[in-house]
């Protein structure tokens, strides 16, 4: 699958931020031109594309792939690294980076469609793949869904989604229940007084009380969390001031809460406000704080009976490579597009970190400085880890389907193999790249 390959470089060479990934999608709809048989719908919630191939009676599947990129100025060192940038929403000039591997998931999933499209005669029902933009700014599926989704596409019985991590590569990782965090994102400002910076006197310093503030927020996991109950309150941002001679008379606070339980997140709200109005008035400010909510996500909670019936798929064809997947911390807009639905779901993780560079970490004890997270400058996931999510989205699909997977990749059908870029030699090498040798 070498142009799977091929198709990751060109996307990694070219990211671009949420909400304005034009070149992206005009990139997956010129590729999706290849399968004259599937229904294609461009820029649906903006940069949002579907492609829909129906193939007589049974179960509809959906598979969903992001593709936005990040501000990141990008530290790999590849031939094929990023030097793009572009403005963003502030109209600032950024460098941008594939730095969550959103590349690598349209990449494997245009992967998993040749696959599908190549097996249609050995399985039936109807597939869907959709790509969404803005994931970063977690907006994109709600875009999709308000821009009239559901009238577009045939109701899912099932959604299937993917996503890149550090791990071993070629691992898969799957589970049943919550697996990735609710998200909230609050801002917050503070007001006092300015004045000239010789003169604090004069003023209600909101530097200082931010500090205050940002120090008391730390508490909140600690004291007024039930121990063993997972969240995380993280101050992403403190903004205050211009000038070294003018104390401000504001300061804006970011805060993104992480939480897999409803009851920890309304506390943890309720603790926050407490804690920055106390602070505030301490400080004698004289007007409120402002909360003001910029986002929230729900948690991603796998559906059991969908786990039932991908997991042994996984089990029989990735063998020891396929393992239990334990709960990670970030969050996804992933699962509105199911619930808009009322469809089950599962969401799964595949290891990209060549094995050599974990197990040398691993040992050394330095996986979290040796081994790069999403996110990161250095973030890149391993070549031979895109034909892995590559089948294992085509297996999940597959699976869903009622399609019994083949015990060996020759047995698959290859009459469309030109068109598609699916051959079994292609996926026999595949193979042998995610063996445990490497």
Known sequence: MEWVTGLYKDLHQHPELSG??????IRIALELRRFPDWEVTPKIGGHGVTAVLRNGEGPTVLFRADFDGLPVAENTGVDYASTHSQLDSTGQRVPTMHACGHDAHTASALGAL?????????????????????????????????????SIIPRPDVCLGQHVVPGLAGQVLSAPGP????STTLEITLFGRGAHASM?????????????????????VSRELTPGKFAVVTVASVEAGKANNVIPDSARLTLSCRFYEESMRSRALDAIKRIVRSEAAAAGCEREPEFK????????????SVFSVVRPHFDSYFGEDS???????ASEDFSVIPRAFGAPYLFWTVGITPRRQWNRAEKAGRLDIDVPTNHNPGFLPDLSTLPVTSKAAAVAVLGCLGHQWPDAP?????DTGAASGVDAAAVRRAKVETSPAN
């Open 179 to 182: 697996v990735l965090t609710s």
């Open 293 to 304: 909510f910029l986002g929230r996500l729900d948690a991603t909670d796998n559906d059991e």
């Open 114 to 150: 040749s696959i599908i499209d190549a097996t249609r005669d050995r399985w039936q029902g109807t597939v869907v793949f959709l790509f969404q933009p803005a994931e970063e700014a977690s907006i994109g599926a709600h875009g999709m869904v308000t821009d009239g989704l559901r």
């Open 200 to 220: 604090p006197h004069r003023a209600v310093d909101p530097v200082v009380l931010a500090a205050s503030v940002v120090m008391k927020l730390q508490t909140v």
């Open 20 to 25: 304005a990934e034009e070149w992206t999608a």
């Open 323 to 329: 393992l239990d997947m334990e709960p990670w911390t």
């Open 410 to 414: 020759e047995t698959w059908s290859t």
